[in-house]
């Protein structure tokens, strides 16, 4: 008998499971890891962010043409957005809540010495600005995820309103997607190996941190992820999106470790794609939700500034009181479109939100060391929340056209 051959998310766990045992007995020899095993890491995330382009582009207009229909764009973003808003509401209210169930925990550190500069963060008028493009290319060169997104809906839009005259161009952009698509399997072959390179330098230089004094606010951060994960995901995806939780989780499982060692939404974008689809979201559906996701939702970044937020109060003797988290859920919800495809946007948010309660923005330096580790997890959640939404939209555009089919057979009849 053939022997059978392990699943990717198998192949997947194993690989980092082994970086992590390797990265640990290398402690002594970062160094090399980074010098020597990194390298082989990047150049897989290389390739995987060379193929996002083209992927986003070619497959969101390949459905924007298949939906020949404008109104059912805007039906799916506005359901996509309503989500993330709502979901990032929830998540940095869990963050604050978790981290203050561990505030007691939380070590009292010397602060007298602290130097941070913070980011400048964008304005809203200069996000705004910068979701749409200046000229046909800079977009594609500089990877700007939501100037592609903005391109490739108004590409779409215009072949939909073309008509039959627009059939070639139609042609081109579904072979397009078939290479490309194509190209993304070969790719994703090779991810484990990418995975063992990416996670085992992580692991060589950062393991005394994990076991350090800020510990508690790691596992602070750590349980409010899988909390919002297994919590608010299940419920959503259980009632608006009609499906076990236990079949998504384990149809997620590959998109979620590769998330975590990688640290990349973006490059975890097209594993995402394939494993929603497996699951059963419809291609025109995450084509569309997706690409926005891991441009605009930001669940885990979002706990990630209320356990950041309360850590570095308590650090500086501060009682953070009611208003205080009232106003970090709101900058923190709408800060995370605001920092739209910011490299370091994480940091970007929370220099934000500590400066909209007044709190010591100098007080980023005490978690900026162990930020990697903390943006393992939070991308991992990241890009959970994007295949959730991919699937409850899915369901829910079906119940809409199921409707609609109903009311025009009553009429017909």
Same mark, same amino acid.
């Given at each position: 008998? !053939?022997?059978?051959?392990?699943?990717?998310?198998?192949?997947?766990?194993?690989?980092?499971?082994? #970086?992590?045992?390797?990265?640990?007995?290398?402690?002594?020899?970062?160094?090399?890891?980074?010098?020597?095993?990194?390298?082989?890491?990047?150049? *897989?995330?290389?390739?995987?962010?060379?193929?996002?382009?083209?992927?986003?582009?070619?497959s969101m207009l390949s459905g924007i043409i298949s939906m020949h229909d404008i109104k059912k764009v805007g039906s799916i973003g506005l359901k996509t957005i309503i989500y993330y808003m709502c979901t990032t509401a929830v998540a940095i209210i869990i963050g604050l809540i978790g981290a203050n169930i561990f505030k007691g925990a939380f070590p009292v550190l010397e602060t007298s010495d602290l130097v941070y500069e913070a980011a400048a963060p964008t304005s809203f008028m200069d996000t705004i600005v910068n979701i749409f493009p200046s000229n046909f290319i800079s977009p594609m060169a500089n990877a700007s995820m939501l100037?592609?997104?903005? @391109?490739?809906?108004?590409?779409? *839009?215009?072949?939909?309103?073309? #008509?039959?005259?627009? #059939?070639?161009?139609?042609?081109?952009?579904?072979?397009?997607?078939d290479v490309f698509v194509k190209c993304m399997d070969l790719i994703l072959k090779i991810s484990p190996i990418g995975v063992f390179c990416l996670i085992c330098p992580v692991a060589a230089a950062n393991g005394p941190a994990v076991l350090g004094s800020l510990a508690m606010v790691?596992?602070?951060?750590?349980?409010?992820?899988?909390?919002? @994960?297994?919590? &608010?995901?299940?419920? &959503?995806?259980?009632?608006?999106?009609? @499906?076990?939780?236990?079949?998504?989780?384990?149809? +997620?499982?590959?998109? *979620?470790?590769?998330?975590?060692?990688?640290?990349?939404?973006?490059?975890?974008?097209?594993?995402? @794609?394939?494993?929603?689809?497996?699951?059963? !979201?419809?291609?025109?559906? &995450?084509?569309?939700?997706?690409?926005?996701?891991?441009t605009i939702n930001m669940d885990g970044t979002a706990i990630y500034q209320g356990v950041c937020a309360v850590f570095i109060a308590s650090c500086f003797g501060i009682d953070l009181t009611l208003s205080q988290m009232v106003t970090i859920v709101l900058t923190a919800t709408l800060a995370s479109i605001g920092t739209a495809g910011v490299p370091g946007a994480g940091m970007v948010m929370l220099t934000m939100v500590l400066a909209s309660v007044g709190l010591p923005v100098e007080g980023i330096a005490l978690v900026a060391g162990i930020d990697r580790i903390f943006d393992m997890g939070r991308t991992a959640v990241n890009v959970t #929340?994007?295949?959730?939404?991919?699937?409850?939209?899915?369901?829910?555009?079906?119940?809409?056209?199921?409707?609609?089919?109903?009311?025009?057979?009553? +009429?017909a009849s």
């Open positions: 008998m !053939a022997k059978k051959k392990l699943s990717l998310a198998a192949q997947i766990f194993i690989a980092l499971i082994l #970086g992590i045992i390797v990265g640990l007995l290398m402690q002594n020899y970062a160094d090399f890891a980074n010098s020597y095993i990194k390298p082989w890491g990047t150049i *897989f995330l290389n390739l995987l962010k060379f193929i996002v382009v083209p992927i986003v582009l070619f100037q592609v997104i903005v @391109m490739a809906l108004i590409i779409g *839009f215009a072949i939909i309103l073309v #008509g039959e005259k627009a #059939g070639p161009a139609i042609r081109g952009i579904n072979s397009f997607n790691l596992i602070a951060a750590y349980i409010c992820y899988f909390v919002h @994960m297994f919590l &608010t995901y299940s419920l &959503t995806i259980s009632t608006l999106g009609q @499906m076990s939780p236990a079949k998504f989780f384990k149809g +997620q499982l590959p998109a *979620f470790m590769f998330a975590f060692s990688s640290a990349s939404s973006v490059g975890t974008l097209p594993i995402n @794609m394939k494993g929603c689809e497996e699951m059963g !979201a419809d291609k025109e559906v &995450t084509s569309f939700v997706l690409p926005l996701g891991a #929340g994007d295949a959730a939404c991919a699937l409850i939209v899915s369901n829910l555009e079906r119940k809409k056209a199921a409707r609609k089919g109903n009311a025009e057979n009553q +009429q």
